[in-house]
């Protein structure tokens, strides 16, 4: 069995997660699904956070577990999991990138969006606030762009939950190393029906940074609530993987 940290992504929360984790846990993990700082439930100040301040502080959480943990980042926790490896590598067993952003050191997300035409569907998904330094996304394009392919019900409910994101994570280069983030494991879960991260992106950033192994999924940019359960199954196998190879040292 393997512990698991799931890491959300923009303008979401630990909420995302709860369909999945009861599914992992009835094979037997250990789930720590937690709010990034001024996500979610958690009320820091927005302008006190930054892609340092969260991958410091997923990094803490992975460094107090009592075994290397399985860290999973869905979209642009991508880039959280990245930093958070490369600050505490010995503790990680793997990286899942979940229809996330996987860039190379010294890339930003805003770089790697640039490399696809933008896709009709995603046009005016976001709103800006007056000072342009925070986004939310528009009511609208919840289900046109994020959750395409999930249940109405709950295309509702991330609605209400989700929230503002700071959009200095989208401009702030990411600082990684082979010795550090490069020595760890890293598998990909690709979604083909995304509207957020096309799937032509996705398979560019894979082929950049090739994976030691990529899964396909036929769902929208979020499976956490449109196919949990093959979500679950998919980091199962992956854990089983992880679990049954000696970790690097």
Same mark, same amino acid.
């Given at each position: 069995?393997?512990?698991?940290?799931?890491?959300?992504?923009?303008?979401?929360?630990?909420?995302?997660?709860?369909?999945?984790?009861?599914?992992?846990?009835?094979?037997?993990?250990?789930?720590?699904?937690?709010?990034?700082?001024?996500?979610?439930?958690?009320?820091?100040?927005?302008?006190?956070?930054?892609?340092?301040?969260?991958?410091?502080?997923?990094?803490?959480?992975?460094?107090?577990?009592?075994?290397?943990?399985?860290?999973?980042?869905?979209?642009?926790?991508?880039?959280?999991?990245?930093?958070?490896?490369?600050?505490?590598?010995?503790?990680?067993?793997?990286?899942?990138?979940?229809?996330?952003?996987?860039?190379?050191?010294?890339?930003?997300?805003?770089?790697?969006?640039?490399?696809?035409?933008?896709?009709?569907?995603?046009?005016? !998904?976001?709103?800006?606030? @007056?000072?342009?330094?925070?986004?939310?996304?528009?009511?609208?394009?919840?289900?046109?762009?994020?959750?395409?392919?999930?249940?109405?019900?709950?295309?509702?409910?991330?609605?209400?939950?989700?929230?503002?994101?700071?959009?200095?994570?989208?401009?702030?280069?990411?600082?990684?190393?082979?010795?550090?983030?490069?020595?760890?494991?890293?598998?990909?879960?690709?979604? !083909?029906?995304?509207?957020?991260?096309?799937? @032509?992106?996705?398979?560019?950033?894979?082929?950049?940074?090739?994976?030691?192994?990529?899964?396909?999924?036929?769902?929208?940019?979020?499976?956490?609530?449109?196919?949990?359960?093959?979500?679950?199954?998919?980091?199962?196998?992956?854990?089983?993987?992880?679990?049954?190879?000696?970790?690097?040292?």
């Amino acid at each position: 069995m393997a512990t698991f940290v799931l890491i959300h992504g923009a303008w979401h929360g630990a909420w995302c997660w709860e369909l999945l984790v009861p599914l992992l846990e009835e094979e037997g993990h250990r789930v720590i699904a937690p709010d990034l700082p001024g996500m979610g439930d958690d009320f820091t100040p927005l302008n006190q956070v930054s892609i340092e301040v969260w991958a410091r502080f997923v990094a803490d959480i992975v460094s107090a577990q009592p075994e290397p943990v399985v860290l999973v980042g869905h979209s642009r926790a991508g880039i959280v999991i990245s930093r958070a490896a490369e600050l505490a590598p010995a503790n990680l067993r793997g990286l899942v990138y979940l229809a996330a952003f996987m860039v190379r050191n010294g890339q930003t997300l805003e770089e790697v969006m640039r490399q696809v035409p933008p896709r009709p569907e995603s046009a005016n !998904s976001l709103e800006m606030s @007056d000072d342009r330094r925070f986004s939310t996304i528009a009511p609208d394009a919840m289900e046109r762009v994020f959750y395409n392919s999930s249940p109405r019900s709950l295309v509702a409910r991330a609605r209400a939950l989700s929230g503002p994101e700071p959009m200095t994570s989208f401009t702030t280069p990411l600082q990684t190393s082979e010795e550090g983030w490069g020595r760890v494991p890293r598998f990909y879960i690709e979604c !083909s029906q995304d509207r957020a991260i096309a799937p @032509d992106l996705q398979r560019l950033m894979q082929a950049a940074l090739p994976c030691r192994r990529s899964i396909s999924m036929s769902t929208d940019h979020s499976p956490f609530y449109s196919a949990p359960e093959e979500l679950a199954d998919h980091l199962c196998s992956v854990a089983e993987e992880l679990v049954a190879q000696p970790m690097r040292t």
